[in-house]
């Protein structure tokens, strides 16, 4: 009885494209190992039936980790003294662009902590630059919370695209993790106003945040399927040993790849990263990820000082197949299950 309800759902959700939150609580908790292999079976069969065997690749620039907020799962907080703080030059982050544009890259993604430095007459031009050089890359921004007018001004510069996970659909979980200073009401209008701005815009979340419920998740889920976005980041909460969560425990990588397959059945056409939280989490968690329906990968083009830095979290990945110079082994992964690497922007098919 439990076991058919649980590919009632399943097949309900591809079908529909939506489940309520009481059944996607329910479908949470009755999931057993053959359901989720169903489930990522199905998973899998739509994201082919829209991507093929395509994997898209993002260059990811961590271009600074200096930040104002202070949230209180992230090792880039401003209250840990314990982090070597760092910056990119101009010259460096269209150096990585051009390291990366070598290896086949034709999407960037700069990303940092919300830094004072990062004013728009700071990042226009360096945006310009990219475009420029570069006219046949998308160009993505993950700076966080700024004024609509910001938004405006960077992407009139060239920005493309703009990565501002919401961490949490639930404002009583959200302020569980975020210093009262922080509003969950203001992230959300953020992303609206992305969204009116014209970029092609990303929301997510953690999966296994402390305080995190199956019911957080299923709003998560419905708030996406309302905002809609081009792209989904999520990937598994892992603790920073110098963060007021140092002692939570992390993210289980099996709910993480339930959430990538329910969100690519929720929004068939989404850019969904198989992220570096989740090959952190585990060795071959990415494969997993492209498996159970994911289709983007964004390997780490930074300076190794740089990613020796940017520690959101403990033991981050940040050599081997997430660094430039590991991107053949990343290829010979990603070849390894029968999927490809694309060389090309990696736009969302939306029809
Ligand atoms: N400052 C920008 C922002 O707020 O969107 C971008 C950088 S922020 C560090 C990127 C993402 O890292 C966050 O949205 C968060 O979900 C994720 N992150 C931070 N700490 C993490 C942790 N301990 N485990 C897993 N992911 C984490």
């Given at each position: 009885m439990?076991?058919?309800r649980?590919?009632?759902?399943?097949?309900?959700?591809?079908?529909?494209?939506l489940?309520?939150?009481?059944?996607?609580?329910?479908l949470?908790?009755?999931?057993?190992?053959e359901?989720?292999?169903?489930l990522f079976s199905?998973?899998?069969?739509?994201?082919?039936?829209?991507?093929?065997?395509?994997?898209y690749?993002?260059?990811?620039?961590?271009?600074?980790?200096?930040?104002?907020?202070?949230?209180?799962?992230?090792?880039?907080?401003?209250?840990?003294r314990?982090?070597?703080?760092?910056?990119l030059?101009?010259?460096?982050?269209?150096?990585c662009?051009?390291?990366?544009?070598?290896?086949?890259?034709?999407?960037?993604?700069?990303?940092?902590?919300?830094?004072?430095?990062?004013?728009?007459?700071?990042?226009t031009?360096?945006?310009r630059?990219?475009?420029?050089r570069?006219?046949?890359?998308?160009?993505?921004?993950?700076?966080?919370?700024?004024?609509?007018?910001?938004?405006q001004?960077?992407f009139?510069?060239?920005?493309?695209?703009?990565l501002?996970?919401?961490?949490?659909a639930?404002a009583?979980?959200?302020?569980?993790l975020?210093p009262?200073?922080?509003?969950?009401?203001?992230?959300?209008?953020?992303?609206?106003?992305l969204?009116e701005?014209?970029?092609?815009?990303?929301?997510?979340?953690m999966?296994?945040?402390?305080?995190?419920t199956?019911?957080?998740?299923?709003?998560?889920?419905?708030?996406?399927?309302?905002?809609?976005?081009?792209?989904?980041?999520?990937?598994?909460f892992?603790?920073?040993?110098?963060?007021?969560?140092a002692?939570h425990?992390?993210?289980?990588?099996?709910?993480?790849?339930?959430?990538?397959?329910?969100?690519?059945?929720?929004?068939?056409?989404?850019?969904?990263?198989?992220?570096?939280?989740?090959?952190?989490?585990?060795?071959d968690?990415?494969?997993?990820?492209?498996?159970?329906?994911?289709?983007v990968?964004?390997?780490?083009?930074?300076?190794?000082y740089?990613?020796?830095?940017y520690?959101?979290?403990?033991?981050?990945l940040?050599?081997?197949?997430?660094?430039?110079e590991g991107?053949?082994?990343?290829?010979?992964?990603?070849?390894?299950?029968?999927?490809h690497?694309?060389?090309?922007?990696?736009?969302?098919?939306?029809?």
């Amino acid at each position: 009885m439990m076991m058919n309800r649980q590919y009632q759902l399943i097949d309900r959700l591809r079908s529909d494209r939506l489940l309520s939150a009481e059944e996607i609580v329910e479908l949470l908790r009755c999931l057993d190992h053959e359901g989720r292999d169903y489930l990522f079976s199905q998973a899998a069969e739509v994201r082919q039936q829209i991507y093929g065997r395509e994997v898209y690749i993002r260059g990811l620039i961590e271009f600074t980790n200096y930040c104002r907020n202070n949230c209180y799962y992230c090792g880039i907080r401003r209250s840990n003294r314990r982090l070597t703080r760092y910056r990119l030059t101009a010259e460096e982050i269209l150096g990585c662009c051009e390291q990366g544009y070598r290896l086949g890259m034709r999407s960037f993604v700069l990303q940092g902590g919300e830094d004072a430095a990062n004013s728009d007459s700071y990042l226009t031009p360096i945006i310009r630059r990219i475009k420029e050089r570069y006219p046949d890359c998308a160009v993505t921004l993950s700076i966080g919370e700024r004024s609509c007018e910001s938004y405006q001004a960077l992407f009139d510069a060239g920005a493309d695209r703009y990565l501002l996970r919401h961490e949490t659909a639930n404002a009583e979980h959200y302020a569980l993790l975020h210093p009262p200073e922080m509003s969950w009401a203001h992230r959300r209008r953020c992303i609206e106003q992305l969204k009116e701005i014209g970029y092609q815009v990303g929301c997510g979340f953690m999966v296994g945040s402390p305080g995190q419920t199956a019911g957080c998740l299923a709003e998560d889920l419905l708030y996406l399927r309302q905002v809609e976005p081009h792209m989904v980041g999520i990937g598994p909460f892992i603790p920073q040993q110098d963060t007021p969560f140092a002692g939570h425990p992390a993210g289980s990588v099996e709910l993480t790849l339930v959430l990538l397959a329910l969100i690519r059945l929720l929004l068939p056409d989404v850019l969904l990263p198989a992220t570096t939280a989740l090959g952190t989490a585990c060795a071959d968690g990415r494969e997993r990820g492209l498996m159970a329906g994911a289709n983007v990968v964004m390997p780490n083009i930074s300076p190794r000082y740089a990613r020796e830095n940017y520690r959101l979290y403990d033991n981050k990945l940040n050599s081997g197949s997430e660094a430039a110079e590991g991107y053949q082994e990343l290829r010979r992964r990603i070849e390894g299950i029968g999927y490809h690497i694309a060389e090309s922007r990696g736009d969302c098919r939306r029809s």
